[in-house]
Each structure stands twice: as C-alpha cells, then as structure tokens.
C-alpha cells in the first residue's frame, strides 16, 4: 500500500472508529492487537493487508478503502508446488453455529472458547446482536484475531428487531425454533439461505418440533411461529430424517422440557455431540450420546454461567489432508477428530495413500479424540467400489467432494455418488477446467477418470461451499496462475484458509478487482 493511500485509509479509519464511538484500545481488542498499532494504522505508518481491512470492515460495520457497493474479493493461486511442514485443525463450523444458537436456553452467561471466526457464525453473531443478545469478542493473544465469545441474553428478546438480511445469508437460522421453542406465544422466522444445494425441506425440523406442540405457517418470505404451552410430557418420536441440524433442533427444544424427550434415528455426528456435552455442562440429563437413541429430560430454566470449547472440525481436517495429498505432499495435519474421520482415512489408504497416524489425545472439550496425521507422498489408485456418504459413522457428506479431487490423482475410473444433494455433482465439473475428466451421470453421480495433469485456470466460485473449497485445493496441483473469483462462500465455513494453506508452502493472495 504507498504512504498516500495508507494515510488516507488510515483517517477514513479513524474517522469511522470515532463515529462509531469506539476507543482506539476498543478497536484493539477486537482486533487482538494493541492500542499503539491502531494509532498506526490512523497515522497511515502501518501496511493494512486486504484481509486486516475487511477484518477491520466487519468489525465496525462499515466501508473503509472502498466507499459505496462492497468489492468481491479473489484469490491468486500459484500451483505445482509441494507442501511442507505442519497445521493445526481449527475448531469445528457446524459444531460454532448450533453452540451459538443454543446460548439462547442459557440466562447465565456463556463462553464459548477458541470459536471459529467465519461468516456463517459472524451471520449468526449478527443475528443474535440484533434481538439484544450482548456478544462479546474476548481480547486474544498479541496480533491475533479474538477467537473467545461471551454471550449474555436480556431476560426478554426484541424478535421483530432481527437482522432479516443476516438472517436469510445463513440457513442455521432454522436453528433458532429449538431455543425459541415458548419464548414467546407469536413470533417470525425469515426463511433459512446458505448454499445453492438444491432443494432442501424444512420439513423434517417441523415434524420434529410439532410434537412437541410447535405450529409453524410459512408465507411471505418468513416462517410464522405459535409457541406451545409449557408442559412437564413425556414424548417419543422418530426422525424421518437422521439430519444433523433437525437433530439438534429437537435436541434444544428438549432441553428445556422437563419431562423425558426420547428421540430414535437422531444423528450421532459430531455436532450434535457436541451441542450435547454443552447441554451437559449445564445440568441437562442426556443418555445415549454417540448413538441414534437420545433420552433427554431437560429443565424449565437454566441460568448458569459456563465455558465450553468446541471440538476440531473434521471436514476442515479432511480439506488440510486432501491439499496435501493433491500436491503430493508430505504434511502432518494436527488436531484429527478421529472418530469422525475412520472411513474417510480407511478410503484413502485403499487407494494407495500412506499416512502415519499418532496415539490419540483429547480435545479441549474433555470428550472428543485427536490425533495427528502426516501424509506421505503415494501413488493412488481407483477405488474398487463407488465412494458415497453415509449418516455417522459412514462418510460424511461434508467429505465426499473431496473425493473428486483426490480420484483425479488417482489411476483408474472413480464413481462418486452424491445422493444427498441434487446440484453438488454439478458444481463438481468445474474442476474440469482445471484438466479434471469429469463425466457426469446425472445430478447425484459422477464418474472421475486419472490421473489428471492439472493445468491453471480462471474459474468462478460455485455457490456451494464444499465444491468451491474443492477448486482453491485443485488450484494447488495446477502449475502456473490460478485465479478463483468470488470467495463469499469459501469464508462462510473457513476462517483463514488461504493464509493456513501459506503456511505449508502454499502461495495465495487475496485481491479485488
């Protein structure tokens, strides 16, 4: 950035911090820096990169290098190099979002630590910041990004205040029915957003939640809510769907039910176990965590003040992994939920991959298992069977486009079948123009034929984050300038990726047009 243009955004800065009413030691510990390197920044005689600003953007809530519509921002990738070295695992997405919602249950106050800094749960923070929840980013170490929440909830929401905008950019909001099960007798809901997957009901979460007495009418872009009557019932159901989030919403509306909720096919992953040690943590009797049979006997009021600490995200564990092995790489990728990453590991050794795997540990929660696993560079080979998800304990959903990567290093003929999901197969050819051989079967299956030599390209993000995170790591092998346009979704669900992957060996920078 020349001196010009740094002091000029650095009096736009200050400017914008004093109109907000923030101290320059306010402005820092959201940053996680300190007072003296703000005063800096406003000087114009500390270098801003593009990320610092948009962190700084978020945070205050406004535009500061460019005045009027928001920029999109890209990423340049130069490829064909080998990775090196060793990156931790950052706490799991899902696991944030579903915490976050369930905050609401707690009247005490509570902690969530180490918390992933992405847009889904900015959307969320955002959310909950509008209805009254005080959301608190807790100063982190020297220069680094705050990571710890505190949430404290008034004893009465303003729901019509709600940030509709934020609200519809994630589809977590349908989370909130849990939490809200009877805060109120008549409220609304804007419709849930996120990715372009295809059609995706709602109505498994309704049919969970009618049960326990919840009515809920969709017109005009919102979902209109009748709160049930407080009761002390016991209820069976079964979930038509073994969803995670329709899961988890019944979970919380359990949770503050003091009769016994008994809930059969609700997914074991590792989300929903999390939310339940949570739940745990804060006096609610839960028997059967792991499995697809919850017993849950809740409470009517909770107010306790608690810290929890999510556990590592397995789908960021399998993307780490998988850039390792597209580059050919030998990476130890630290911090493995290994429960939820079995099959996924089993599946690459079968086609020919090396790993090393370490002796388990457990994650700040107290519960889930760790370990650390270091890629070796491998020949690979094509499956002999199809690769396909399966609820937990199978392969995760989340995991599966990752496959379409790794197949194109392998020698053979890869079906990959997405049955879940009408458009992500789709969205998946476009790693053909990166040199991939796609061929598409239908909206749910694809076949991958190797080995591919990747070759550079410009290519659009699709609007499905998996599938786009898919084309950053297939940019990794492709020698020469990429280009990946459009990153939005790539930072719904990953903080940081771009500058983790750099740490490795990896060379990607940020820019707008």
Same mark, same amino acid.
């Given at each position: 950035m020349a001196q010009q243009t740094a002091e000029t955004v650095g009096a736009i800065l200050r400017e914008v911090r004093s109109d907000r009413g923030w101290t320059q030691g306010? /402005?820092?510990? +959201?940053? %996680?820096?300190?007072? !003296?390197?703000?005063?800096?920044?406003?000087?114009?005689?500390?270098?801003?990169?593009?990320?610092?600003?948009?962190?700084?953007?978020?945070?205050?809530?406004?535009?500061?290098?460019?005045?009027?519509?928001?920029?999109?921002?890209? /990423?340049?990738? +130069?490829? %064909?190099?080998?990775? !090196?070295?060793?990156?931790?695992?950052?706490t799991s997405k899902?696991?944030?979002?579903?915490?976050?919602?369930?905050?609401?249950?707690?009247?005490?106050?509570?902690?969530?630590?180490?918390?992933?800094r992405i847009e889904e749960?900015?959307?969320?923070? +955002?959310?909950?910041?509008?209805i009254g929840v005080e959301c608190t980013w807790l100063p982190g170490a020297l220069g680094e990004q705050p990571r710890d929440l505190q949430i404290r909830r008034p004893a009465v929401l303003d729901l019509e205040a709600m940030d509709v905008e934020a609200a519809r950019r994630t589809r977590s909001v349908i989370m909130l029915l849990g939490p809200l099960l009877d805060e109120r007798s008549e409220y609304k809901l804007p419709y849930a957003g996120g990715c372009d997957l295809g059609t995706r009901t709602v109505e498994p979460h309704m049919q969970a939640l009618r049960t326990f007495g919840l009515a809920v009418e969709a017109s005009n872009g919102f979902y209109s809510v009748r709160a049930p009557e407080a009761d002390r019932d016991d209820r069976t159901f079964v979930l038509t769907e073994r969803g995670d989030t329709v899961t988890e919403n019944a979970i919380m509306a359990a949770a503050h039910r003091e009769g016994l909720t008994v809930i059969r096919n609700a997914s074991p992953n590792y989300m929903v176990q999390d939310?339940?040690?949570?739940?745990?943590?804060?006096?609610?009797?839960?028997?059967?965590?792991?499995?697809?049979?919850?017993?849950?006997?809740?409470?009517?009021?909770?107010?306790?003040?608690?810290?929890?600490?999510?556990?590592?995200d397995p789908i960021e564990a399998m993307s780490l992994i998988t850039a390792a092995i597209v580059t050919?790489?030998?990476?130890?990728?630290?911090?493995?939920?290994?429960?939820?990453m079995e099959i996924e590991l089993a599946t690459l050794v079968q086609m020919g991959q090396d790993l090393e795997i370490s002796g388990e540990y457990v994650a700040r929660n107290g519960r889930t298992r760790l370990v650390d696993v270091t890629t070796l560079p491998s020949e690979l080979h094509a499956p002999a069977d199809?690769?396909?998800?399966?609820?937990?304990?199978?392969?995760?959903?989340?995991?599966?486009?990752?496959?379409?990567?790794?197949?194109?290093?392998?020698?053979?003929?890869?079906?990959?079948?997405?049955?879940?999901?009408?458009?992500?197969?789709?969205?998946?050819?476009?790693?053909?123009r990166l040199g991939a051989q796609i061929q598409l079967l239908d909206p749910h299956r694809i076949y991958v034929n190797g080995p591919t030599k990747w070759r550079a390209a410009e290519v659009g993000c699709p609007p499905a984050l998996r599938p786009a995170a898919c084309i950053l790591l297939a940019m990794l092998a492709a020698r020469g300038t990429s280009e990946l346009r459009n990153i939005y979704v790539i930072e719904r669900g990953y903080q940081d990726l771009a500058e983790r992957l750099n740490s490795i060996g990896a060379r990607i920078e940020y820019f707008q047009d």
């Open positions: 306010q /402005l820092a510990a +959201e940053l %996680g820096t300190s007072q !003296s390197a703000i005063a800096r920044m406003e000087q114009g005689k500390q270098n801003l990169s593009l990320k610092m600003l948009q962190r700084i953007e978020d945070i205050l809530g406004q535009r500061i290098l460019n005045i009027g519509p928001s920029k999109m921002t890209h /990423l340049r990738v +130069e490829g %064909g190099r080998r990775l !090196s070295g060793a990156v931790d695992v950052n899902n696991a944030g979002v579903a915490l976050l919602c369930a905050s609401l249950i707690n009247r005490g106050t509570t902690t969530l630590r180490n918390l992933a749960v900015n959307r969320i923070v +955002e959310v909950l910041t509008s939310l339940c040690f949570y739940l745990q943590s804060l006096g609610v009797e839960i028997e059967g965590v792991g499995t697809t049979t919850l017993r849950i006997r809740g409470r009517a009021r909770i107010e306790q003040d608690i810290e929890y600490c999510p556990s590592e050919n790489s030998q990476v130890t990728v630290r911090r493995v939920p290994i429960e939820f199809k690769i396909h998800p399966m609820p937990f304990p199978g392969l995760n959903i989340d995991n599966l486009p990752f496959f379409a990567v790794i197949a194109g290093n392998a020698t053979g003929q890869t079906l990959i079948h997405d049955w879940v999901y009408e458009n992500r197969a789709i969205y998946l050819t476009e790693l053909n």
